[in-house]
C-alpha cells in the first residue's frame, strides 16, 4: 500500500522554540493532507486541511499563527508549532490523500512532541 | 455540530469471545471507513463501506453499513490477543465538498485476556 513517512519520531524542545515537522507521501501524489492532534487514549482531533499550492483550511479553535502549515508540492506538507509551551505536547499525526473521492487515507507514523 | 459517536468506549474480552463497536453519525454520510490503532502505532485503514446496507467481510471481522447510511458496526469473531488496539470509525459526511475530510469517532479500546 501508500506510504506515507513523518518526522520526527519524537521532539523534545525548550518552552519558545518553534519545531517542524515534515509529512512525505513516497509513492503517491498527496493532492491533499491532514494534520491531527491526539491526546493519550483519546480520538484524532482534524487540526487542518492541506491542500497543495494552497493556503490550509483550519479547524475551529485551531490558532493558525501557532500552526503554520505549509503544502509547497504535492509531496511535502510541513507542520511547525511556533513558539512552543508545555500544553502544546501532544502526538502529532498527518495523513494523506490523492484526492479521488471516497479516497482512504494514509497515515504517517505520528511525531510525539514534548514541550518542557 | 457534526458528530460521529462510537461505543463503548471500552472493553475488556476473554481470548475467545467476540466484541463488536458501533458507530452512529447525527448526519448521512458518503461513506464509513474503520482504522485500527495499535497502542504506540498510527491507525491503520481496514475497510470501507458505501452502499446502504452493505455488509464486508475480512476473516473474522465484519463490518455492516446500515440502511440510513447514519450507522455502522464493526463485529470480530473470537477475538485473539492480536486483536488489541483501538478501532476507530470514520465519515465523510455526505455532500461534502471537502474530499476525504474525516469525522472521527471516539474509538473503541479493544483489550483481550489470554
Known amino acids: 500500500g501508500a506510504v506515507v513517512s513523518q518526522h520526527p519520531s519524537w521532539v523534545i524542545c525548550k518552552s519558545g522554540t518553534s519545531v517542524k515537522i515534515e509529512c512525505r507521501s513516497l509513492?503517491?501524489?498527496?493532492?491533499?493532507m491532514f494534520w491531527y492532534r491526539q491526546f493519550p487514549k483519546q480520538s484524532l482531533m482534524l487540526m487542518a486541511t492541506?491542500?497543495?499550492?494552497?493556503?490550509?483550511?483550519?479547524e475551529q479553535g485551531v490558532e493558525k499563527d501557532k500552526f503554520l502549515i505549509n503544502h509547497a508540492s504535492l509531496t511535502l506538507s510541513t507542520l511547525t508549532v511556533t513558539s512552543a509551551h508545555p500544553e502544546d505536547s501532544s502526538f502529532y499525526i498527518c495523513?494523506?490523500?490523492?484526492?479521488?473521492?471516497?479516497?482512504?487515507?494514509?497515515f504517517g507514523s505520528g511525531t510525539q512532541l514534548s514541550v518542557l | 455540530g457534526q458528530q460521529v459517536m462510537q461505543i463503548p468506549q471500552y472493553q475488556h474480552v476473554q481470548e475467545g469471545e467476540d466484541f463488536t463497536t458501533y458507530c452512529n453519525s447525527s448526519?448521512?454520510?458518503?461513506?464509513i471507513q474503520w482504522y485500527k490503532q495499535r497502542p504506540g502505532g498510527h491507525p491503520v485503514f481496514l475497510i470501507q463501506?458505501?452502499?446502504?446496507?452493505e455488509v464486508k467481510k475480512q476473516k473474522r471481522l465484519t463490518f455492516q453499513f446500515g440502511e440510513a447510511k447514519k450507522n455502522s458496526s464493526l463485529h470480530i469473531t473470537a477475538t485473539q490477543t492480536t486483536d488489541v488496539g483501538t478501532y476507530f470509525c470514520?465519515?465523510?459526511?455526505?455532500?461534502?465538498?471537502?474530499?476525504?475530510?474525516?469525522?472521527f469517532g471516539q474509538g473503541t479500546t479493544l483489550q483481550v485476556k489470554p
Open positions: 495523513s494523506a490523500s490523492s484526492g479521488s473521492t471516497n479516497e482512504k487515507l494514509f
Open positions: 509513492d503517491f501524489q498527496a493532492t491533499t
Open positions: 492541506s491542500n497543495e499550492g494552497s493556503k490550509a483550511t483550519y
Open positions: 448526519t448521512t454520510l458518503s461513506n
Open positions: 463501506l458505501v452502499k446502504s446496507g
Open positions: 470514520a465519515g465523510i459526511i455526505h455532500g461534502s465538498s471537502n474530499t476525504g475530510k474525516l469525522i
